[in-house]
């Protein structure tokens, strides 16, 4: 029977040995990869030629001056406004019943595509011609949505 083992002997790998190793291991990922590498290295060159690298370089370079510039913009009234507004309707447009956006954004284009059909029309209007529209179907549809909207709208001005 043999003698057991009551000592485990660990190599250890010199600093040197270990460099060695990692030269060897990276010698064979490049083999491996070389037409992927030879892409890497045309890509940087062209981008060397073209001053993008330059460019990049001094932004990294100048990284804390440009987030100041880039804070200091933002926080800029107007863009605080902007960025406020589009909380805002984005609260809006959450708040609606995607149905409901759907059938007004097809009814708004299909309205547009009337306008342009008949927008080169320079014809005045007369009041005769206003109270027969009324008596159209879609016409009155859509003055009565209007009128609902208004009032809705109405309602919450009062709400406020």
């Known amino acids: 029977m043999a003698a057991p083992i009551t ?3 660990r190599v ?3 600093p040197e040995q270990q460099q060695q190793a990692k030269i060897q291991e990276l010698q064979a990922v490049i083999a491996d990869q070389q037409e992927s590498m030879n892409k890497i290295l045309e890509l940087t060159a062209e981008l ?3 001053g993008v690298l330059d460019a990049v370089n001094a932004m990294v370079k100048a990284k804390d001056e440009i ?3 880039a804070v200091s913009q933002a926080s ?3 863009v605080t406004n902007l960025l406020n507004n589009i909380m805002n309707m984005t609260g809006i447009l959450t708040a609606i019943d995607p149905e409901v956006t759907e059938k007004l954004k ?3 284009s299909r309205g547009v595509q009337e306008a342009e059909l008949y927008g080169g029309n320079q ?3 007369s009041i005769f011609q206003l109270m027969t ?3 159209d179907p879609h016409i009155n549809r859509s003055i009565k949505y209007g009128l609902d909207f208004l009032r809705g709208m109405g309602k919450g001005l009062d709400d406020n």
């Open 7 to 9: 000592k485990i002997k």
């Open 12 to 14: 250890e790998l010199t």
């Open 48 to 50: 060397d030629k073209a």
């Open 67 to 69: 987030a100041g510039i």
């Open 76 to 78: 800029r009234e107007p």
């Open 106 to 108: 097809k009814s708004v």
């Open 123 to 125: 014809d005045k209007v």
């Open 133 to 135: 529209a009324l008596n």
